[in-house]
C-alpha cells in the first residue's frame, strides 16, 4: 500500500486538503453575513474537515481489506 | 485433317489477330473469352493446342492449365501461355504448372506461327 | 465555588485511576496480553497532542480570534493523511535501528554524533519548558477559578513565597507521577505500555469532558447552536469574530504558516514521536489512526467556537478570562459539579502532555546529554561500576524532575503575560527546527553531519533571538529596548521585524526566518563535502529502510568481540539477568545451543549494539561497544566500496535491464520500418506490373497487326482498314494511359499544377454532358440533365472538374445497357456544400467491388465492355474531389444501376450570398 494505488490516493488527498483549507479558497466561504443561521466558514470549515477525514477513512479501510 | 486450335484471351483485337494468324496457317480456330469458357472448350473439343492468357477474368490462365494438365483425357492438348506480365516469377510458374511453352507480349508473330507450327509437329 | 480540599481530592483520585489503568496495562504487558495492541488505543494515545491548551486555550482563542484556533488541528489533519508514507517510514527505522527519540533518531542519522544528539536535546528541552508551564499555568489557574482567588492554602499567583506557590506542589506531583509511569525500572525499548494505556483512557476522558461541558453550554445555557450565531451575529463585536479576516490581523498568510506549524508538530514533537513512534506496537495500527486521530481532534474542535462566544455573550469582553471559560460558565450556572468535570478534564490533559512530554525529554536528557558526557571520562569507561541500570534509572528521574522544575521556573518567570496558545506557539516553532534535519534524512542521503549542525543552530538562534527572547521580554524580565529598536541599537535587528521584515504576526515571521536559516544551512553546509563512510553507511541505512527489511541491519564495519566481552558490557546498562535471557534467545534463534556457542562476528556486536541502543541511546552504544571490540573502523574508502559495490551492482542490471529494453524498442521500431517499406515496395511492384501489362496489352494489338500487314501485302482492303483502325484505337489507348498514369502521378506527388479560378458548376456540368452526349447516343441511351435554377459558383481548378465529369459520364455510357439505357444527372446545393448525382441503369455493382474500383488499375464490370478502360479514371477523379476538400463515393444495386456522387465543399458566406440571392 506503501507505493500503491491507496498512497497515491493519500497524497492526493493532502493536496486537495492543503488546497482547500488555505487561501485562496478558503476565501470563498470567508462571508460575514449568515449561511443557515450559523457562520458560513466556521460551517464549511468543518465540513469540509469531516469530509477529507471520510476520504481518508474509505481509502486506508478499503486498502486493509 | 486441321488441326483444333484454341485462343483464349479477353483482349478483343488480341483474339482478332490470333485468330486472323492462325487462319492464314490452316488451323481451325475456337475462341474462348475467359477462363471458364476456355475450360469448357477445351473440354468439349479437345484442341490439339491452347493460345492461353495468363490474365482473365472468371479463371486465370495458370488455373486452366492446372485443371487441363491434371485431366488424363486432355493429354493431348499443348498449352502455349502468353501473358503481359514479363516477370520471370510468371514464367516459372506457367511452366511448373504443366505449360508446354512460354510467350510474352507482344510477341513477334512470324515467332508464335513457328512455335505453334513446331508444337504441333512434334506429334 | 468549590472548596479547595474537595478539588485536591478529587484530582489525587483522578490521578490514582489513571496511574492503576497505566499498572494494569503494565502487568497485562508483562503477561504478553497487551491491552494497547490495537488501532483505537493508539489513535487515542495519539490524542496526547490535545494538552490544555486545546481543553482552555482553543475557547480563549477563539474568543479573541474566531476560527483561528483551527489552524492547530487542521495541520494534524493533514499530516495524518501522509502518515503512511512519512510516519511508517520513521516507525521502519525507529524499530529497526532501536532508536527511541527524536534525537537519537538525528544522532544515529548523521553518523551516531554525540554532539548532535547533544544539540537536538537542548532545543528539545528549552522548546518544551514553555509548554510544560503552560500545562502547569492551565492546572493552577484552573483551580483558582475553582475555588476563588483567595482560597487558603493555596495562592497560585507570583509574588507570593515560592513556598506557598500551589503550582509548585503540582509541579512536584507531577513529577512522582511521571516517574511512577515512565522511570519505575528500565526497559531497553523505551516503551511504557501502561503509559500509553493511561493517554488512552485520558483521552478519552478529556473528550467526554469537553463534550459535556459544550452540550452544557450551547443546549443549557443557550438554546441550540443557531441561538448562539445568532446573538453573536446581533453584536457587532462579536460578528467579527466570524470572519476570518475581520478575526486576525495575520491573514491567510498567518492562517498558512500556523497550519504548516502544526503540521509539523504532530510529528516533531517529543512526545508525539513518543507515542506514534516508540510506542508503536503494530505498524498496521498507523492505518486507522490515520482518520481516527483527525476525527477524533474535529469533535473536540466542534464546540470551541460556540462555548467562546457563549462566554463572551454572558460575561461580556474583558471580565473573566476566555481561557477559563470552560470552568467558569458551569460555575456561574450553579452547576458545581460540571465544573468539577470540567476540570477533571484539563487535568486529563495536562497530565497526560506533562507525561509524555516529560518521559520523552528526559529519555533525550539521559541518552544524548548526560551519558555521553559520563562515557567521556576515563574511570567510568573502565568497569568501575559493574551495574549502571541504577545510575540510568536515576539520571531520568533526575532529569523529569529537572524538566518539570524548570518548567514551573518559566511559569513564574514569564507564565503570566501570556495567553496559553501564544505560549503553545512557541514551543510549536522550535519542534519545527527538527523538520530539515529529520526529513532530509529520511529522504536525502547527502545531508551531512555539519549540515544537520549547522541547521538545527541556525533555526534554534533565530527562533530564540525571534520568539523566545522577545517572550520573556515582553515578561518583563528583559529590557524591551531591544525589541522596539533592534540589538545594539540596529533597526534591521528588531526580532519581530528582522531585516525590515513587516506585515507578518510575530510567529509567521519567526517562522520563517528560522525555517528558512535552518534549511539554508542545512543544504548548503551538507553539500560542501562529501559525507564519510559513518554517515553514507547510516543515511544508506535510513533512506532505504524498506528496501533491506526489518531484520537484516547491514553492517557496515569489520570487527569482533568474544562474548564474554560483550555479555558483561550490555549487563552493565540492563541488568545482568535481563542482558543473558537477551543473548540466550539470540543463540536460540539461531540455532545454537547458548551463549557460548556464539561466534565473535560483526553481527553478534551489532547485536550488542543494538540492544544498548535502546537503553543509552545509539550514539553512547557506539561509544560503549567499541570500547571491548577490536574494531578496524573503516575509512570512507571502504564503505563506499561496500555501498558502491550494492550500488553498482544494482546500477548496473538497471541498466543493462534499460538498454535491452531500448534495444527491444528498436528493434520494434526497425521490423515495423521494414514491414513498412515491403509493403511501399509490393505496392510499387504491384503498379509497375500493372502498368507494364496495360501497357503491353494494345502494344500487342499494335504490333500484331503492323507485322501481319507488314509482312503480307495482299490482305484484302476491307481487313487492311480494320486492321488499321484497330492499330489506331489501340494507339489512343495506349496515349490515354501514358497520360492518366502521368497524371496520376503528378496528382499523388504533389506536382500536378491547379488552375482555380472562379467557376459556375452548371455550366461545367452541360458542358461536360454535351461532350459526351455523342457516347449515349451511341448506345441509344437517355440522358436527363436536373439542374438548379441559379448558378452555383465555386473555386476550383475548371478542367480538372470536367475531367471528373467525363470520367464519371463515359463510364455510365459504358455500363447502360445498349436497349432502354438512361443516365441521370443532378446538380444541388446542400448546407456548405455543392453535390453531384451521375447515375445509370447499369449492371450495378457487387459490394464486394464497390471499394475495389477507386483503387487503380481495377475496373469493374464484364470485360466485354471493358476495353476502354484504363483502370485510371476513378482513381484520378477521387483524388481531384479531394484536393478540393470533397468526397467521391458510390451507390449501387446489383440489376439496377450504380450512382456516383461528388460533394464539394464552398465557403459559408459564398453560401449566404447564394442563398440572399435566391
Known amino acids: 500500500m506503501r507505493t500503491g494505488l491507496a498512497g497515491q490516493r493519500l497524497v492526493a488527498a493532502f493536496f486537495v486538503g492543503a488546497l482547500l483549507f488555505n487561501y485562496p479558497v478558503l476565501s470563498l466561504f470567508d462571508r460575514s453575513e449568515p449561511f443557515i443561521g450559523m457562520p458560513m466558514l466556521w460551517v464549511c470549515l468543518f465540513v469540509l474537515w469531516a469530509m477529507m477525514i471520510g476520504v481518508v477513512a474509505w481509502i486506508v479501510e478499503r486498502g486493509a481489506r | ?123 | 465555588m468549590l472548596s479547595g480540599t474537595v478539588v485536591v481530592a478529587v484530582s489525587f483520585a483522578y490521578l490514582l485511576v489513571l496511574f492503576a489503568v497505566a499498572y494494569f496495562g503494565d502487568r497485562r504487558a508483562e503477561q504478553g496480553r497487551s491491552i494497547i495492541a490495537n488501532s483505537w488505543t493508539y489513535a487515542l494515545s495519539m490524542a496526547v497532542y490535545c494538552t490544555a491548551w486545546t481543553y482552555f486555550g482553543s475557547v480563549g482563542r477563539a474568543a479573541s480570534g474566531g476560527v483561528w484556533f483551527l489552524p492547530i488541528y487542521l495541520g494534524p489533519t493533514l499530516a495524518m493523511t501522509l502518515s503512511w508514507l512519512v510516519l511508517l517510514k520513521m516507525i521502519r527505522i525507529a524499530k529497526t535501528y532501536r532508536i527511541t527519540s527524536i534525537a537519537d533518531f538525528i544522532a544515529s542519522r548523521y553518523g551516531k554524533s554525540h554532539l548532535l544528539g547533544g544539540l537536538v536535546t537542548i532545543i528539545a528541552v528549552v522548546g518544551m519548558i514553555p509548554y510544560i508551564a503552560l500545562q502547569l499555568k492551565a492546572i493552577s489557574s484552573g483551580y483558582t477559578v475553582l475555588t476563588g482567588q483567595h482560597d487558603s492554602g493555596f495562592f497560585p499567583f507570583a509574588g507570593s513565597s515560592w513556598v506557598n506557590d500551589g503550582t509548585l506542589y503540582v509541579a512536584l506531583t507531577l513529577a512522582v507521577f511521571t516517574v511512577l509511569f515512565g522511570a519505575r525500572h528500565l526497559d531497553a525499548t523505551e516503551r511504557h505500555e501502561g503509559m500509553v494505556a493511561a493517554i488512552a483512557f485520558e483521552s478519552v476522558v478529556k473528550l467526554l469532558a469537553f463534550l459535556v461541558i459544550g452540550v452544557f453550554v450551547t443546549y443549557v445555557v443557550f438554546d441550540g447552536f443557531g441561538d448562539i450565531f445568532a446573538r453573536a451575529f446581533a453584536d457587532p463585536e462579536l460578528a467579527g469574530l466570524l470572519s476570518l479576516k475581520t478575526a486576525s490581523s495575520a491573514g491567510y498568510g498567518g492562517w498558512f504558516a500556523m497550519t504548516l506549524l502544526a503540521l509539523l508538530s504532530v510529528i516533531f514533537l517529543p512526545r508525539q514521536f513518543q507515542v506514534t513512534v516508540v510506542e508503536n506496537v503494530n505498524e498496521q495500527h498507523l492505518r486507522r489512526a490515520t482518520w481516527l486521530f483527525p476525527a477524533y481532534l474535529l469533535l473536540i474542535n466542534i464546540f470551541v467556537l460556540p462555548i467562546a462566544l457563549g462566554g463572551l455573550l454572558y460575561f461580556g469582553r474583558g471580565t473573566v478570562d476566555p481561557d477559563t471559560f470552560v470552568l467558569s460558565l458551569p460555575l456561574a450556572h450553579g452547576e458545581g459539579m460540571l465544573a468539577l468535570l470540567a476540570f477533571v478534564g484539563g487535568l486529563s490533559a495536562a497530565t497526560g502532555m506533562v507525561i509524555v512530554e516529560t518521559i520523552a525529554v528526559s529519555t533525550m536528557v539521559c541518552n544524548d546529554l548526560v551519558m555521553p558526557l559520563l562515557l567521556r571520562t576515563e574511570r567510568f569507561k573502565r568497569s568501575e561500576h559493574p551495574d549502571l541500570t541504577g545510575l540510568l534509572l536515576g539520571i531520568r528521574r533526575g532529569a523529569i524532575l529537572g524538566v518539570l522544575l524548570l518548567g514551573y521556573l518559566y511559569f513564574r518567570l514569564a507564565g503570566e503575560a501570556y495567553a496559553l496558545v501564544s505560549i503553545g506557539l512557541i514551543s510549536f516553532a522550535a519542534v519545527a527546527q527538527f523538520a530539515p534535519a529529520m526529513l532530509g534524512g529520511m529522504y536525502w542521503r547527502g545531508g551531512t553531519r555539519e549540515g544537520a549542525l549547522a541547521g538545527l543552530l541556525a533555526g534554534f538562534v533565530v527562533w530564540a533571538y525571534t520568539l523566545m527572547l522577545p517572550s520573556v521580554a515582553k515578561s518583563g524580565w528583559l529590557d524591551r529596548d531591544f525589541l522596539d529598536h533592534g540589538l545594539f541599537g540596529l533597526g534591521f535587528l528588531r526580532p519581530e521585524q528582522l531585516f525590515g521584515l513587516a506585515g507578518l504576526d510575530s510567529i509567521s515571521h519567526a517562522l520563517f526566518w528560522s525555517l528558512a536559516a535552518n534549511i539554508a544551512s542545512y543544504v548548503l553546509v551538507s553539500l560542501a563535502r562529501v559525507p564519510t563512510g559513518q554517515e553514507a553507511s547510516q543515511a544508506t541505512l535510513f533512506v532505504d529502510v524498506f528496501r533491506r527489511g526489518q531484520d537484516a541491519p547491514a553492517t557496515f564495519w569489520r570487527g569482533s568481540a568474544q562474548v564474554q566481552d560483550l555479555l558483561p558490557l550490555v549487563a552493565r546498562f540492563l541488568g545482568a539477568e535481563r542482558a543473558r535471557r537477551i543473548f540466550q534467545t539470540y543463540a536460540l534463534e539461531r540455532g545454537l545451543g547458548g551463549i557460548e556457542q556464539l561466534k565473535p562476528d560483526p553481527g553478534l556486536v551489532q547485536f550488542a549494539e543494538t540492544q544498548l541502543a535502546g537503553a543509552i541511546g545509539g550514539a553512547s552504544a557506539r561509544v560503549m561497544v567499541s570500547s571491548v571490540v577490536q574494531e578496524e573502523p573503516l575509512g570512507l574508502d571502504e564503505v563506499m566500496d561496500i555501498l558502491d559495490e550494492a550500488s553498482q551492482v544494482r546500477a548496473y542490471s538497471h541498466q543493462l535491464e534499460e538498454k535491452s529494453q531500448a534495444l527491444e524498442a528498436a528493434t520494434a521500431e526497425l521490423r515495423a520500418a521494414n514491414e513498412r517499406l515491403k509493403e511501399l515496395d509490393r505496392l510499387k511492384d504491384d503498379f509497375m506490373s500493372s502498368v507494364t501489362h496495360e501497357l503491353r496489352t494494345p502494344l500487342t494489338s499494335i504490333r500484331a497487326f503492323s507485322e501481319m500487314l507488314f509482312d503480307d501485302p495482299k490482305i484484302d482492303l476491307k481487313d487492311r482498314t480494320r486492321f488499321l483502325g484497330i492499330i489506331v484505337s489501340e494507339t489512343e489507348r495506349l496515349t490515354r494511359l501514358v497520360n492518366q498514369v502521368l497524371d496520376m502521378a503528378k496528382i499523388e506527388s504533389g506536382h500536378a499544377e491547379w488552375h482555380n479560378t472562379d467557376i459556375d458548376m452548371r455550366e461545367l456540368v452541360e458542358q461536360a454532358v454535351e461532350t459526351t452526349a455523342q457516347l449515349f447516343r451511341d448506345r441509344g441511351a437517355v440522358v436527363e440533365l436536373d439542374l438548379p435554377d441559379e448558378a452555383l459558383h465555386l473555386r476550383a481548378d475548371h478542367d480538372r472538374l470536367v475531367q471528373v465529369m467525363l470520367n464519371l459520364l463515359s463510364n455510365a455510357a459504358k455500363f447502360v445497357p445498349t436497349a432502354g439505357g438512361w443516365a441521370r444527372i443532378s446538380l444541388s446545393r446542400e448546407t456548405g456544400q455543392i453535390r453531384v448525382d451521375v447515375s445509370d441503369n447499369g449492371p450495378g455493382i457487387p459490394s464486394d467491388e464497390l471499394g475495389v474500383i477507386f483503387e487503380k488499375f481495377r475496373q469493374g464490370g464484364d470485360e466485354h465492355s471493358r476495353p476502354q478502360g484504363t483502370g485510371l479514371g476513378l482513381p484520378i477523379s477521387r483524388q481531384i474531389v479531394e484536393h478540393f476538400g470533397g468526397r467521391l463515393w458510390v451507390r449501387s444495386t446489383v440489376g439496377q444501376g450504380s450512382t456516383f456522387t461528388f460533394v464539394l465543399p464552398v465557403p459559408p458566406e459564398n453560401a449566404e450570398t447564394v442563398q440572399s440571392t435566391q
Open chain 2, 1 to 123: 485433317m486441321a488441326k483444333k486450335i484454341l485462343i483464349a484471351d479477353d483482349e478483343q483485337n488480341i483474339v482478332i489477330s490470333l485468330e486472323f494468324l492462325m487462319k492464314r496457317e490452316g488451323y481451325e480456330v475456337l475462341i474462348a473469352n475467359d477462363g471458364e469458357e476456355a475450360v469448357q472448350r477445351i473440354r468439349a473439343e479437345v484442341p490439339d493446342l491452347v493460345l492461353l492468357d495468363v490474365m482473365m477474368p472468371k479463371k486465370s490462365g495458370f488455373e486452366v492449365c492446372q485443371e487441363v494438365k491434371s485431366n488424363p483425357d486432355l493429354q493431348s492438348v499443348r498449352i502455349l501461355m502468353l501473358t503481359a506480365k514479363g516477370r520471370d516469377t510468371e514464367v516459372a510458374k506457367g511452366l511448373a504448372l504443366g505449360a508446354d511453352a512460354y510467350m510474352t507480349k507482344p510477341f513477334s508473330t512470324k515467332e508464335l506461327v513457328e512455335r505453334v507450327r513446331s508444337m504441333l509437329a512434334e506429334h
